[in-house]
């Protein structure tokens, strides 16, 4: 958690709240409150069919739909966060998004560059989450969307929702058997949506290869400076739940 949590630790210090202890045997009080999609998370495991890519790829891939899409249906709440109104969404809007995904699926993803990819996985990873909620609305919970295989499974993660140069992908597949492991960023926790109100907030813009550090930085940025993800009350910092399950991922030993 090394940088994010420095981040965090200048947030305290500007917050007028009783002083926090911190002694050398307990650096950090993790109280672990966060709405979030899941009891625990899987382990990054490479796909190592999705580590092909052309290094000199000077071939981009189109965004901007997506881009348009999310800056006409998010709204941003006084509270910080970032809503889609699912019954507001028109079924011209929703053929848009699927036009959007379906063109993603058909992209030949080995024949670009590592950026080109990068964004290409994230994008395609948030878009399929809205569709996904969009096709099973109105739910309560995207935890309530069992269509998951397997009997003790629950929600939609490990479901094959898409298909990529023939073949099927889950959610789960795109987040941790390729973004966590292929590209090691702990930044993907906050780029990565879960359509959940404890998570990082979905990006009012498509991600684009040419400015991912600095997206991904805002994205942290956002998550950090907000209640869901750091706060402190009655003395104690409290931290989102995605420090304590991706905690290898931020650096934690």
Same mark, same amino acid.
């Given at each position: 958690?090394?940088?994010?949590?420095?981040?965090?630790?200048?947030?305290?210090?500007?917050?007028?709240?009783?002083?926090?202890?911190?002694?050398?045997?307990?650096?950090?009080?993790?109280?672990?409150?966060?709405?979030?999609?899941?009891?625990?998370?899987?382990?990054?495991?490479?796909?190592?069919?999705? &580590?092909?890519?052309?290094?000199?790829?000077?071939?981009?891939?189109?965004?901007?739909?997506?881009?348009?899409?999310?800056?006409?249906?998010?709204?941003?709440?006084?509270?910080?966060?970032?809503?889609?109104?699912?019954?507001?969404?028109?079924?011209?809007?929703?053929?848009?998004?699927?036009?959007?995904?379906?063109?993603?699926?058909?992209?030949?993803?080995?024949?670009?560059?590592?950026?080109?990819?990068?964004?290409?996985?994230?994008?395609?990873?948030?878009?399929?989450?809205?569709?996904?909620?969009?096709?099973?609305?109105?739910?309560?919970?995207?935890?309530?969307?069992?269509?998951?295989?397997?009997?003790?499974?629950?929600?939609?993660?490990?479901?094959?929702?898409?298909?990529?140069?023939?073949?099927?992908?889950?959610?789960?597949?795109? &987040?941790?058997?390729?973004?966590?492991?292929?590209?090691?960023?702990?930044?993907?926790?906050?780029?990565?949506?879960?359509?959940?109100?404890?998570?990082?907030?979905?990006?009012a813009s498509a991600y684009r290869? &040419?400015?991912?550090? &600095?997206?991904?930085?805002?994205?942290?940025?956002?998550?950090?400076?907000?209640?869901?993800?750091?706060?402190?009350?009655?003395?104690?910092?409290?931290?989102?739940?995605?420090?304590?399950?991706?905690?290898?991922?931020?650096?934690?030993?």
């Open positions: 958690m090394k940088k994010f949590l420095r981040a965090a630790w200048r947030k305290t210090a500007r917050l007028k709240t009783a002083s926090i202890a911190i002694t050398a045997l307990t650096a950090l009080l993790f109280v672990l409150t966060a709405t979030a999609p899941a009891l625990a998370a899987p382990k990054a495991d490479l796909w190592p069919f999705w &580590e092909r890519h052309s290094p000199q790829s000077t071939a981009q891939i189109d965004h901007s739909p997506w881009d348009r899409w999310l800056k006409q249906h998010i709204r941003r709440g006084d509270d910080g966060i970032n809503r889609i109104a699912y019954a507001a969404i028109t079924p011209a809007a929703h053929a848009e998004l699927q036009n959007y995904i379906n063109a993603l699926q058909q992209t030949d993803i080995a024949s670009h560059g590592r950026a080109q990819q990068f964004a290409y996985w994230v994008n395609l990873y948030n878009a399929a989450t809205v569709a996904l909620i969009l096709a099973h609305y109105p739910v309560e919970s995207i935890r309530n969307i069992n269509i998951s295989p397997g009997f003790f499974s629950r929600g939609p993660w490990d479901a094959k929702l898409l298909q990529v140069a023939g073949e099927a992908l889950s959610l789960n597949d795109i &987040e941790h058997r390729i973004l966590r492991p292929i590209w090691r960023d702990p930044r993907i926790h906050y780029a990565v949506n879960c359509a959940s109100i404890g998570c990082p907030n979905l990006a290869a &040419e400015r991912m550090p &600095e997206m991904l930085d805002q994205a942290a940025q956002d998550f950090i400076n907000h209640p869901r993800g750091v706060r402190v009350e009655a003395g104690k910092l409290h931290l989102s739940s995605i420090y304590d399950w991706y905690g290898g991922d931020f650096g934690a030993t």
